[in-house]
């Protein structure tokens, strides 16, 4: 009975810390839409590493490292998170051109009270995005598409088993915020679960560093489970936003 309780709560703890910081609280998601004008290139990446701090009902506060790196030809994203009693990583390899992103490789592991699992999937087990790689596909997409409130564009993904999921998002105005690290433009994108209405997560990414997140909220039954946010930000190669 202690693994299935440890094993229980483990799994709630890591999908609250990677789901939060990759962008849906039940398993990441990945933005499959092209812009409007499908000519129009989307914003460049820039190499970047950014400290989190996650905030999850009724758990410690956890500390969040993303890093997104230029490897060549191709691009990776790591995020790593710890608590008092659990730590956990993600990384993704991908590549891209002006108006698309291709995951290449995901891998995770985490561990809680020294209970831990491990996942990896390689391109042909990626039927759309990893969710790492979602994370930064949807932050370069967000205001670049025509998706509203009333009319919400689709968002395919896998989680990180390579299970097929979908959600809905739409962006809203476009406004500035006011976080640990400084005081930023962002593009503001709400995730919402199909099957599941009252559960929604609203993300401000910051419109010129793509994968870059300032903050995020989710919320189930208009109360906040889980809050995210950017307390420093170190641009690698580059001048900061």
Known sequence: MRNVSVRSTKSKVISAAFATAAMAF????TANDTPDDATQALPAPHPFEAQYRLAIRGWPNANITHT?????????????FSVA??????RSRFVLDDTTTRSLLYSSSYSLFGVGDSYQLNEGDISSLDRQTALFDLSRRAGHESCTESAPCNIEFVDHRGRDEHFLYYVNEPGTIRVPAGEFNANRVTLIDGEKPDRHLQINFHPQWPGLILSAEYQKEGRRQTQ??????NPTGGDAP
Do not use: I, K, P, Y
């Open 68 to 80: 997104l790196s230029n490897e060549g030809l191709h691009w990776l994203s790591d995020m790593s």
């Open 85 to 90: 009693v659990a730590r956990g990583q993600e």
């Open 228 to 233: 995210l946010t950017m307390t420093q930000f």
């Open 26 to 29: 039940c398993n990441v998601v």
